[in-house]
């Protein structure tokens, strides 16, 4: 699929899909080149996902990532995109401690970073400062289920909502930061039986990651989905090229062909004439 226009995409265009019965894309994206990729394809939404910190910063988790790392990459993935909707995570830390500080992070993140909205983990004991920053006029998507920033609570990257008691929470805290007015909200590594459930009972539009098919959109990290990560692959995560295996044989080659004299050739090599070139070792002979 590619994008048709650069007419640029609104929230309102997500909710006039699932109306239509059509799916929504969201795929996470960290840099300009991969943010270009992303949104030339046509999918709706960019993530500016603080998975970033993991797949192009090195760190073990998303946990140390800080708002100014997030504005850096923010920046050059909004220079990229001119149609998709972006969505710039706000890293932990950033909205934890009071109501004030998510507003201004979450003005930071459009002001500086170029984002159209924001997204937050976190259930309903979220839901007030969601409500405060929609308020101040931004629009929030909210995201449940496993929530990386708070894997130590979570007990590390692990699926969410399997019992009774903890999938009937994910359906409250829907169900609360719906009401906060959130206008879409992610579900990571949950059953699909209770994101259905989840997606049934919701007015605003559900994209899954790990959640089954009956949510209204599905997102996946760019570097997942074309294997340019190669510490762990969430079960979720469904590869659609080797992209690691095709950079480790251009550099192979690279190497091969330097040391048989195969690269560089004529072509990509500059040339100097005749003239030029004995005047050249006539002028150095002088020195
Ligand atoms: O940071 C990210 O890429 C995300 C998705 C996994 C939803 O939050």
């Known amino acids: 699929m590619s994008g048709d226009t650069q007419k640029k995409l609104?929230?309102?265009?997500?909710?006039?899909?699932?109306?239509?019965?059509e799916k929504i894309f969201q795929v996470t994206a960290v840099d300009f080149p991969s943010a270009q990729l992303v949104d030339r394809s046509g999918v709706d939404c960019i993530l500016i996902g603080d998975s970033l910190g993991m797949t192009a910063l090195g760190?073990?988790?998303?946990?140390?990532?800080?708002?100014?790392?997030?504005?850096h990459h923010a920046k050059a993935i909004s220079r990229a995109a001119s149609r998709s909707i972006l969505v710039g995570d706000l890293p932990l830390g950033a909205y934890h401690s009071s109501h004030s500080e998510a507003i201004s992070n979450a003005m930071r993140m459009v002001k500086e970073g170029g984002a159209d909205?924001?997204?937050?983990?976190?259930?309903?004991?979220?839901?007030?400062?969601?409500?405060?920053?929609?308020?101040?006029?931004?629009?929030v998507m909210a995201h449940i289920g496993l929530t990386p920033q708070l894997i130590s609570k979570l007990g590390g990257f692990r699926v969410q909502g399997k019992s009774a008691e903890a999938g009937a929470q994910l359906v409250a805290d829907a169900l609360a930061l719906e009401?906060?007015?959130?206008?879409?909200?992610?579900?990571?590594a949950i059953p699909d039986r209770v994101a259905t459930l989840i997606t049934e009972k919701l007015r605003i539009p559900t994209i899954g990651i790990?959640?089954?098919?009956?949510?209204?959109?599905?997102?996946?990290?760019?570097?997942?989905?074309?294997?340019?990560?190669?510490?762990?692959?969430?079960?979720f995560a469904k590869k659609y090229a080797d992209c690691w295996g095709?950079?480790?044989?251009?550099?192979?080659?690279?190497?091969d062909e330097v040391k048989n004299g195969q690269f560089p050739m004529k072509e990509?090599?500059?040339?100097?004439?005749?003239?030029?070139?004995?005047?050249?070792?006539?002028?150095?002979?002088?020195?």
């Open 10 to 21: 609104t929230i309102f265009d997500l909710q006039d899909k699932v109306d239509r019965g």
């Open 210 to 235: 790990g959640a089954g098919p009956g949510c209204d959109g599905q997102n996946l990290v760019l570097h997942d989905m074309v294997g340019l990560f190669d510490r762990f692959a969430p079960k």
């Open 59 to 71: 760190y073990s988790s998303t946990v140390p990532v800080t708002m100014d790392e997030m504005i």
């Open 268 to 287: 990509h090599s500059f040339s100097m004439s005749d003239e030029d070139y004995a005047a050249f070792l006539d002028s150095i002979s002088k020195k």
């Open 117 to 139: 909205v924001v997204k937050i983990e976190g259930g309903e004991e979220f839901a007030a400062t969601a409500k405060a920053v929609v308020d101040a006029g931004i629009p």
């Open 246 to 255: 095709l950079i480790t044989k251009a550099l192979d080659e690279f190497q």
């Open 179 to 188: 009401a906060a007015g959130c206008f879409a909200i992610v579900l990571e």
